[in-house]
């Protein structure tokens, strides 16, 4: 597995490419269409990742094995934790083990940034990755409903992965 750092203007535009098609591919059983356009345009384009890249300390990772791109991640560096903001895997690659490897680095990233935990947002209906998150070792801390605008609210559990010392 190999993980292409997103810093170019060229990869950026990969990213998002690849950030649509999962979105549009995944979420339809969660979310209307109109939500999906409107949160892959407010987050994962083109303008919003650059943003997150250059002003609000985000790291994207696009995963990439035998020349296919299988999947991505993107994490914020928070004061206090690691913020597991986007975690991905194309349809073809799941339950294959790529998301337990993407965790894997993910919790290297957090170790070299120097925090102690790992969270994230995931949406109350979305059982499969609640599962996935439990069994890696999060545990739900709270709950949250965003409003995220044009009448859209995000319905999360706010979840916690605590690191391990070596």
């Not at 549009?24 to 407010?42: A, F, G, R, T």
């Not at 890696?136 to 044009?150: C, H, P, Q, R, S």
């Not at 999360?156 to 605590?162: A, L, Q």
Request: charge should be negative; glycine fraction near 4%.
């Amino acid at each position: 597995m190999n993980y292409i750092n997103v810093k170019t203007d060229e990869q950026i535009e990969n990213f998002t490419k690849l950030a649509s098609e999962i979105w549009h591919e995944y979420w339809p059983c969660l979310l209307s269409n109109e939500q999906i356009d409107y949160m892959v345009e407010k987050f994962q384009s083109y303008e919003a990742v650059k943003n997150q890249l250059q002003n609000e300390h985000y790291i994207y990772n696009i995963l990439e094995e035998n020349g296919n791109f299988t999947g991505y991640f993107g994490v914020c560096i928070k004061e206090n934790y690691l913020f597991l903001s986007k975690l991905y895997i194309k349809k073809d690659f799941r339950h294959k083990g790529y998301g337990k490897i993407a965790f894997d680095k993910i919790k290297l990233i957090a170790k070299e940034q120097n925090k102690t935990s790992i969270q994230l947002t995931v949406n109350k209906h979305n059982t499969n990755t609640i599962k996935a998150y439990d069994k890696w070792g999060f545990k739900t801390i709270d709950a949250v409903v965003t409003d995220i605008g044009k009448g859209f609210v995000m319905d999360d559990y706010i979840m916690e992965y605590v690191l391990k010392e070596d």
